[in-house]
């Protein structure tokens, strides 16, 4: 099955074999660019290096074991989102593609956090490590021609986050909570800095939207349909810039 | 691994044993209210009928087999969005997950359209199957406690589909396709019926806008970024209501 397409390659330090800008690939971005992009020596593709520069690769040496490409990195990665997301932390094969996806908006701070719909075996999954955040995090800026890597912190312990580190993440920003029941609109095209919290499916209970109220969070639906993770992430996101 | 919450137990004609309102289910309904909500006798749970009322589900017998509930359906379901949406046949995974998506988000029109990108292989897929399908739309009116069964068309052609379907369908509404490359940014909070096209992974190819803005078009983008199909399709709609 085809994948999505890898619009930038993302190049690491470890890529580049000399100061001049060569760099050489194998593994899954050589079979990427033979399988997908269908290049030709010569070439120029969309790449950039990781919380660096983009800009293109001339393909110099093409075959089954290995891509070369002389990279020109010449323009800065597109702006982030100055966005905190605050995200109760979703079953794995949805926190999979929430991290692709966020990545791919520009999200740069991202916090994973318990709660009490949270189940408890997702904080042991193997999607929590960090090769694997790491990694869909990587597919994410390649979607979308990206090069910063956001940050993800995990936040096992809901009361000592909320009381003691959210009250420093939330100054200069507009806090928001997602929440079904709210009585607010979640607010248009806001032009400023956000910190976004998103319950578990479920929602939060009302213990922790308290908790959070009084941290001087500000509760907002997006209507009366009740969506997934997945799926309120982007909207809410995209209504809000 | 936990499914998501089923907010709402969709219900077809064929679960009702009377005329009176009482129902029996087995099979994933009967093992997710077991699993999940953990429901006890006299309990009510969400349910609602198929292109019917929303109401309430009293748990008389639960066990093993069975689950049945006398039911009272007294609620009209949400109001539907008013946007039929037209997107190139995505990656069978993905469309799995789209289909659940736009159902949630109430969307109740969608035209499935072959476009120049799109690999042959997709039409295949049995995901396409008349059950497939509804099995997706079916979650997400669950999720998000709708009844009305979204309409899926497949358009294997494009261009009969624009020359002579689309000019019909676009009537009183406002037809914008999304783009990256676009110069007008995509509306927000319309307040009117849209008909939005989103092209495949890669987008669509010049000739396929030119034959939508000749059908009267307006191409839209986003932001630089480019998103996948299923972070792109709830954060426009978002944008859009």
Redesign the interface.
């Known amino acids: 099955?085809?994948e999505?397409?890898l619009?930038l390659i993302l190049l690491f330090p470890e890529d580049f074999t000399d100061q001049e800008g060569r760099v050489r690939l194998s593994g899954r971005r050589l079979k990427h660019v033979l399988d997908v992009h269908r290049a030709s020596l010569g070439d120029e593709l969309c790449v950039g290096l990781a919380n660096g520069n983009i800009g293109t690769g001339r393909v110099t040496r093409l075959d089954e074991q290995v891509l070369e490409m002389d990279v020109l990195l010449d323009h800065i990665p597109?702006p982030a989102l100055p966005l905190t997301l605050i995200l109760a932390l979703p079953?794995?094969?949805?926190l999979r593609?929430v991290l692709?996806?966020v990545s791919?908006?520009?999200v740069k701070k991202i916090f994973l956090l318990n709660a009490f719909r949270v189940?408890k075996s997702y904080w042991d999954s193997p999607v929590l490590g960090p090769e694997s955040v790491r990694e869909q995090l990587v597919l994410g800026l390649e979607?979308?021609?990206?090069t910063i890597l956001p940050e993800v912190r995990l936040r096992p312990l809901f009361k000592p986050f909320v009381e003691d580190e959210l009250p420093g993440l939330i100054k200069d920003t507009l806090p928001i909570v997602a929440h079904p029941v709210a009585s607010a609109p979640c607010p248009?095209?806001v032009k400023r800095a956000v910190t976004l919290a998103i319950g578990p499916?479920?929602g939060f209970i009302p213990y922790e939207i308290d908790k959070l109220v009084a941290c001087g969070f500000t509760p907002v639906q997006?209507g009366?349909?009740?969506?997934?993770v997945?799926?309120?992430v982007?909207?809410?996101?995209?209504?809000l810039y």
């Open positions: 099955m085809q999505a397409p619009n597109l079953r794995p094969k949805v593609r692709r996806s791919s908006m520009g189940e979607q979308s021609r990206d248009r095209d499916e479920g997006m009366e349909r009740v969506l997934s997945e799926t309120a982007p909207a809410l996101i995209s209504r």
